[in-house]
């Protein structure tokens, strides 16, 4: 399995988790310095977001830098949780998910790049992105390893990598790339190959044996709703 040392890096990682809602969270811890967040949902089981935060430095925390979401905001992991989850020995991370730090601010008229992932595709919105689709030229760089954006008018140019690619090892082919134009917003779909597939349900077999807690806020407003 190409994605042998991905799973193997997840392994060596101190693993929080906890239900907070519909979603459950997982906070990892590694070994070389770096944390990782991540949201999945649990109807679903697809990964919601996703952000990393460098090992700290000797002047304050790193800020998180999110590798995936639809909209950029806050996960929301209060202190409470992290240190429940982590059984009393996180009170150094407390604020590892929330906090003004996590909150991206954009011009409302700057394109705006998120992206999401479903069962079989990962998607990419640039909004506030006027052009017609004949101006834009979407190409998948297999040097790169990543997806081009260039606009014909020179007003537009973007290299978004795919790290969940590099994770397995493929190169992005042109063939699983298609575009669309709507509402000022360029929507690129990305149609996952069966080896990425796979190593999902692996990261997720992996995630079944780490034990989880539960948000008793979420646990009691839902007691008193009954």
Known sequence: ??????????????????????????????PDGRQMAE??????????????????????????????GEEPRQLN????????AAGGNGAGDADS???PEFTLRESNTAPLLTKRVTKKNIEWR?????????????TADADQRAIIVRTTNKKYYK?????????CGVAPSQANLSV???????????????????????VLLLLKDVETE????????GLMAK
């Open 39 to 68: 949201e999945y949902n649990l109807d679903t089981g697809i990964v919601q977001r996703r952000a990393w935060r460098k090992c700290k430095q000797l002047m304050g925390q790193p800020e998180w830098e999110i590798e995936l």
């Open 77 to 84: 992991w209060s202190a409470n949780q992290s240190n429940g």
């Open 126 to 138: 640039i909004r506030n992105m006027p052009y017609p689709l004949e101006i834009y030229n979407v």
């Open 214 to 221: 539960t948000d008793m806020d979420d646990l009691l407003k």
């Open 97 to 99: 998910l929330a906090g």
């Open 180 to 202: 669309h134009h709507q509402f000022n917003t360029l929507i690129i779909t990305y149609q996952k190959p069966a080896i990425l597939c796979e190593m999902e349900a692996q």
């Open 1 to 30: 399995m190409s994605y042998q040392n991905w799973l193997s890096y997840l392994q060596s990682a101190e693993k929080n988790s906890m239900i907070s809602g519909r979603l459950r969270k997982v906070l990892y811890k590694f």
């Open 159 to 167: 290299v978004i990598p795919i790290p969940e690619l590099d994770r």
